[in-house]
């Protein structure tokens, strides 16, 4: 790895009360890997001006580079800048130029800056300002026993825009072209145990192999970590054929890599296929409508779909024969099936995707426990005629996370479908034995 490292200081009282949870250092963290940087520190602050002035003198001793996030907006309760400046030993003054953007943010508005604001475009004497493409606080840049140090907003959007647009530039400079490189691929996988993709993978993730390979798992998902760091296009040779190799081991069940998402590449084999979609949902609750409705472009496959929580909706809107209910339970594979087909019958779809099952907490029986969810994909086949496929599976978990899990184990249904020439694999939290209607 190069030698230089950074520290990340993340500011806030909501970080520290737990209020909210810190991203930005683990997605900052990300970056300067991608330019050679290790990241020696994570810390959180709270909003305590000597706090985080002192934080940040014995930090630039330890690092060569210190990026700060948070406590730069225009209330009380914003002291970044000021600590900054106490930590510099330096008096805060205002930045013309940037006092000038900011009341021209205001007047195109049609409004008076408040006074406010005025701090925010105050800098200490030797720092310089960076500029904030999406809100009102520019960044500051500034040095301190030779480390560079970039303060960015708290909030990620705005964070992650002047990083891209500035901060990484300037690090890439300070680092300079000698430095190593260290590149990143994930390969994501689904509804495969972890313990059996360490298995799979087990020579791969030696401690001290190059690339370094490990796994990160939510939710039946679990992607896999490629990391490589040297020069020239050693790192990307050997990036490369590490994430080959982990796609070739783990797959049907390898779905996508680095930015893909489970729904986002069911979303493109649909339009590949030029299918539509459907769904019905009864446990889930729009849930895996809104998985699939967060993907841009969902509307070019994506039809929409059905809750029917209640018995008489599943029997009124989807055509789910009453006395299916009353002999096999709203919570059975025959009523996933016909829920599946009604809903793909009423809207001429080429699949739909249906859901039922017991979140809990309350509800399960010893024969249907909580976690009891049936899902059916059903289809047109070579015949031209409704078919479908129906698992049964019992998820662990408490009812957020069995809802989540069967969501995207009905994804995962779909992509196998797509993938696989009609062929589903075993999956993940699948009940044996295996109920086919």
């Avoid at 300002?129 to 026993?145: E, F, K």
């Avoid at 891209?164 to 430095?179: D, F, I, M, P, S």
């Avoid at 024969?367 to 409704?386: C, S």
Wanted: aromatic share 4%; with cysteine; proline share 4%.
């Amino acid at each position: 790895m190069s030698h230089i490292t950074a520290g990340i200081i993340t500011v806030g009282d909501e970080l520290t009360s737990g209020d909210r949870v810190d991203t930005n250092s683990t997605w900052l963290s990300e970056q300067l890997l991608t330019l050679g940087i290790e990241t020696a520190f994570h810390l959180a602050l709270p909003d305590d001006r000597q706090a985080i002035a002192d934080s940040i003198v014995e930090s630039s001793k330890r690092v060569q580079v210190l990026l700060i996030t948070g406590g730069l907006g225009p209330t009380e309760d914003d002291l970044t800048r000021q600590a900054l400046a106490d930590a510099l030993g330096e008096d805060l003054v205002v930045d013309e130029p940037s006092h000038k953007w900011l009341r021209s943010r205001f007047e195109k508005r049609g409004l008076e800056m408040p006074r406010r604001n005025l701090q925010q475009v105050q800098r200490p004497t030797s720092a310089s300002m960076i500029l904030n493409a999406l809100g009102t606080a520019p960044g500051l840049r500034a040095s301190l026993n030779d480390a560079a140090i970039f303060v960015m907003p708290g909030v990620p959007g705005e964070m992650k825009s002047m990083w891209k647009r500035h901060v990484a530039e300037a690090l890439g400079e300070l680092t300079g072209t000698g430095a190593q490189r260290c590149l990143t691929t994930w390969i994501h996988s689904v509804s495969l145990a972890e313990s059996k993709v360490g298995e799979l993978l087990e020579d791969l993730m030696q401690r001290d192999a190059q690339p370094v390979v490990g796994t990160l798992v939510r939710d039946f998902i679990v992607s896999v970590r490629a990391r490589a760091a040297g020069s020239g296009t050693e790192v990307e040779d050997l990036v490369v054929t590490a994430a080959r190799t982990v796609k070739e081991r783990l797959g049907i069940y390898a779905f996508g890599s680095d930015d893909d998402t489970l729904a986002g590449v069911v979303l493109r084999q649909l339009a590949a296929q030029g299918a539509m979609l459907v769904t019905a949902e009864s446990c889930t609750g729009g849930l895996l409508g809104s998985m699939i409705t967060e993907v841009p472009g969902a509307s070019n496959v994506y039809l929409g779909g059905w809750v029917t929580y209640s018995n008489a909706f599943k029997a009124e809107l989807l055509d789910v024969a009453p006395e299916t209910i009353e002999q096999h339970g709203a919570v059975s594979g025959l009523t996933a099936d016909q829920m599946a087909i009604g809903a793909l019958t009423q809207s001429g779809a080429s699949f739909a995707i249906a859901i039922t099952g017991i979140a809990g907490p309350d509800g399960g029986t010893e024969a249907k426990p909580v976690g009891t969810v049936f899902i059916a994909l059903a289809f047109i086949d070579e015949d031209g005629e409704p078919s479908s496929h129906v698992r049964r599976f019992v998820l662990p978990g408490n009812r957020d996370m069995i809802r989540q899990r069967a969501a995207i184990t009905a994804l995962a249904m779909l992509h196998f479908h797509l993938a696989n020439d009609g062929i589903l694999p075993e999956m993940l939290g699948e009940y044996r034995p295996r109920v086919e209607v």
